[in-house]
């Protein structure tokens, strides 16, 4: 009795379709591996980041107190005599000759 359902060589298309599912498992499986370690790798780089960031908070901070006990001081220095706000605009019209100074300077060295 003949088997009108079945495929002459249907055990070497089974063969065939057997590899052709190994081969994509295992592309599918190298795939999910870099995923996988493409995944680990930002998660790597975000904790990196966040501590990054909370350094550069902290210093903020530290920054922040340091300008504002230099403006106290600054301000303390400019409300009392005379003789300090003279010697305050000598310092600050020497600052600003100094940094114009050193402008030029590095101006004209890199050219």
Do not use: Q
């Not at 003949?2 to 599918?28: Q, T, Y």
């Not at 901070?61 to 000598?90: E, H, I, P, Q």
């Amino acid at each position: 009795m003949a088997d009108w359902g079945r495929v002459p060589n249907s055990g070497a298309v089974d063969e065939m379709l057997d590899a052709e599912n190994k081969r994509l498992a295992e592309n599918l499986s190298s795939k999910v591996t870099r995923l996988k370690s493409l995944a680990l790798d930002i998660d790597k780089e975000t904790d990196d980041h966040i501590n990054y960031l909370d350094n550069m908070d902290s210093d903020f901070l530290s920054v922040t107190g340091l300008l504002n006990g230099s403006v106290k001081r600054f301000t303390g220095m400019a409300r009392s005599g005379r003789d300090n706000r003279k010697l305050l605009c000598y310092v600050s019209v020497g600052l600003v000759v100094l940094f114009f100074l050193l402008y030029v300077f590095v101006s004209r060295n890199s050219t």
